[in-house]
C-alpha cells in the first residue's frame, strides 16, 4: 500500500470514510451558534452509530466516525478531537468532553484489546488525553481532570543493543470505575485500576491499583486515606 493509502487507512478506515469526513468537517465544523450545533448533530449522526441527540461545539474534529459510537445527550466542547480505530470509541449518554481534549484510539497495531469506553454521564477535562492502545474502561460518573492523562501502553526496552522504537510495545489497558476522581494533571499509566468513588490526588502519576473508596497522591502515587466499605 502506497503511503498515501496508509494515510487514509490510518485516519478515517478508508478513502470513501476519508472524503466523507473531510467534506463534512470542511462543509459544517466551523458553522458557530445553534445553527451549527444543530447542523452536526443531523449530519454527523449519519456516520456515527449510537442513538438520540448530541452537540458539538465548532470546531470538534472526528476521524474515524465508522468506529466511533455516540450515545444521547454526549456534549463535546470547542476543540474536542476524536479518532476512533479498530477496538472502538464509546461516549456513553450524557457524558460531557470538554474544550481541546483528545480521546485518540491510536491503535494502528491493530491490537487485539485496543478501544476507549467511557460511561454514562462522565466529565473528561480541559485538555485532557485519553489514548487507547490498550482498552481504556470508564465507567458511569467519572471526572477526568482538566490535562489529565490516561496512557494505557508502554514501550520494552530491555535489549540493550536495539533501540527502544524497535523493540514493540505492552498494552495491557487501564480501567477507571464508577464515580472515580481522576485530578486535573494526574497521569493514569497502563496496567492500572482505580476503584469505584476513588481519588487520585492533582498531578500524581499512578503505576499501581488504586483501592475503592481511597486517595492516592504523589509521583509515584500511594495511598494517603481510605473510607468507608469498598
Known sequence: MSRLGLYVSAS???FLAY???ELLTLACGWVPTLIGIGLRAALYRLLIRGSGWFAAEAGVRIRGMKFIR???GVYLDQGVYLH???GGLLL???TRVMSGAVLHVYNFRDLPAAGIAVGRESVIGLGAVITGQGKVRLGD???VGPRAMILPVNHRFLEKDRPI?????????VTVEDGAWIGAGAMILDGVTVGRNAVVA???VVTEDVPAQSLVAGSPAKLVKEWGAR
Open 12 to 14: 478515517s478506515g478508508g
Open 19 to 21: 472524503w466523507v469526513e
Open 70 to 72: 455516540i450515545e444521547d
Open 84 to 86: 476512533g480505530r479498530p
Open 92 to 94: 456513553g449518554a450524557g
Open 141 to 143: 460518573q467519572v471526572i
Open 165 to 173: 522504537k524497535e523493540q514493540g510495545i505492552e498494552a495491557r489497558g
Open 202 to 204: 492533582a498531578g500524581a
